[in-house]
């Protein structure tokens, strides 16, 4: 079993930078896509930024150029760097990471959310 335990939201004023973390622990052979998904009340979740284990990055159309995804693969932690933050980036995000146990097991897993509001 793998969990991701994320950290780093909070309240921050319309323009300032917040930094997510989310640290993977468990028992894996290699841990392939890691990324953030984020989800406001009343609305779906959608992705926000994902990083290949050979540090290929993408994003949504809506935080490129403000956000920036990272990883560091010897402490199985990703992170995500927001700055530039506006109210319609508030959300509970999630980290997620997919997750090789063997040559043909390979699962995704969740973080439990971390909540991100942008108020003045």
């Known amino acids: 079993q793998v969990q991701l335990v994320e950290s780093g939201g909070g309240l921050v004023q319309p323009g300032g930078s917040l930094r997510l973390s989310c640290a993977a622990s468990?028992?894996?052979?290699?841990?392939?896509?890691m990324g953030w998904f984020r989800q406001a009340p009343g609305k779906e979740r959608e992705l926000v930024a994902t990083i290949t284990s050979g540090g290929i990055t993408n994003y949504a159309d809506s935080v490129k150029g403000r956000f920036t995804i990272s990883r560091d693969n010897a402490k199985n932690t990703e992170y995500l760097q927001m700055n530039s933050l506006k109210p319609e980036d508030t959300a509970m995000y999630f980290c997620?990471?997919?997750?090789?146990?063997?040559?043909?097991?390979?699962?995704?897993?969740w973080g439990q959310g971390t909540q991100v509001t942008v108020s003045s």
């Open positions: 468990g028992t894996f052979f290699s841990i392939n896509f």
């Open positions: 997620n990471a997919v997750v090789r146990h063997s040559n043909i097991d390979q699962r995704v897993y």
